[in-house]
């Protein structure tokens, strides 16, 4: 079903960038959606996921809430409270630096882990159904067109 169809816009876009935007905003829309379902279980929202994925990455070193905030997929408000709520849920730790109290460093807990390691199988599979019978040559294009699109801004 084309783009136009799905909208039920019955004329057509001005012009294809136009549509392209729609057609970003629109799929990005499902596929949050989609992702939010899979991990909802989990107890956790895509942006969570996001920060224990980024910690994990980090490894026993942490990070402090900005460096967490500049590598999140989708930018946040308010990257402290965020990690306070993560703090209250026992997803991470923080610890305040003592030569610098105002540096607070955030690092994966255990039950941070696990959830990671427990929703892993279900984002897989769904990746799967998302992409299934879509190319690797039309993946590979998609890639490159949208980091020409995200280089722009």
Do not use: W
């Not at 816009?9 to 294809?16: K, L």
């Amino acid at each position: 079903m084309s783009l136009q169809d799905e909208l039920k816009q019955g004329r057509p876009f001005d012009h294809q960038s136009s549509e392209a935007l729609i057609a970003i905003r629109r799929t990005a829309a499902i596929l949050e959606h989609s992702i939010q379902e899979v991990l909802r279980p989990f107890g956790v929202t895509p942006t969570q996921y996001n920060v224990l994925r980024i910690l994990r990455g980090a490894g026993e070193n942490g990070l402090c809430g900005r460096e967490v905030g500049e590598r999140l997929v989708a930018q946040v408000p308010d990257v402290s409270r965020l990690l306070d709520r993560m703090d209250d849920m026992g997803l991470l730790t923080r610890e305040r630096d003592e030569a610098d109290r105002r540096h607070v460093t955030a690092r994966i807990s255990a039950k941070g882990r696990r959830t990671l390691t427990d929703a892993q199988p279900a984002l897989d599979a769904e990746e799967q159904r998302l992409f299934q019978g879509v190319s690797e040559g039309t993946i590979k294009s998609l890639i490159v067109g949208l980091d020409a699109v995200r280089n722009r801004s």
